[in-house]
Structure formats: structure tokens, C-alpha cells
């Protein structure tokens, strides 16, 4: 059984989200990871067709960077 390739990238995306959330009480960094992760995510949802799913990642990518601003300035 082949995995098309939005399906690996959606794969990879979710997974590096999901480490990186695991890891954010580590360092700042990985709250700005998961940011992106999100936003890799977000990407997933869309380019899949579940743009409901890709609007909720976007909206936590925006969360995530505000966590970041805020505890890089902390």
C-alpha cells in the first residue's frame, strides 16, 4: 500500500507538531517549533481538502508564536 505524498507530508507535519508540543517546557525554542508545526499542519489541512482542520491549525500556529512573544520578552 503506497501513501501518496500529501498524506507523508501530513504525517511529517503532525508528528514534528506534536514532538515539538511534547518538548516546549524545554525551551522557548520549541514553542516557536511548534508554531511552525502548526503551520505545516495547517498547510496539510488545506492542500487535503479538510479546510475546517487547516483553519483550526492556523489559528493554533497564531497561539503558539503569542506564547512565544511572550515568553522570549519573559
Given at each position: 500500500m503506497a501513501v501518496?505524498?500529501?498524506t507523508a507530508f501530513g504525517i511529517a507535519a503532525l508528528t514534528f507538531?506534536?514532538?515539538m508540543y511534547a518538548l516546549e517546557p524545554?525551551?522557548?525554542r520549541f514553542v516557536l517549533a511548534f508554531a511552525l508545526g502548526c503551520g505545516l499542519?495547517?498547510?496539510y489541512g488545506?492542500?487535503?481538502g479538510a479546510w475546517p482542520f487547516g483553519?483550526?491549525?492556523a489559528v493554533w500556529a497564531i497561539v503558539a508564536l503569542r506564547r512565544y512573544g511572550a515568553r522570549a520578552r519573559a
Open positions: 501518496d505524498p500529501v507538531m506534536m514532538v524545554r525551551d522557548v499542519s495547517s498547510a488545506f492542500l487535503s483553519v483550526v491549525e
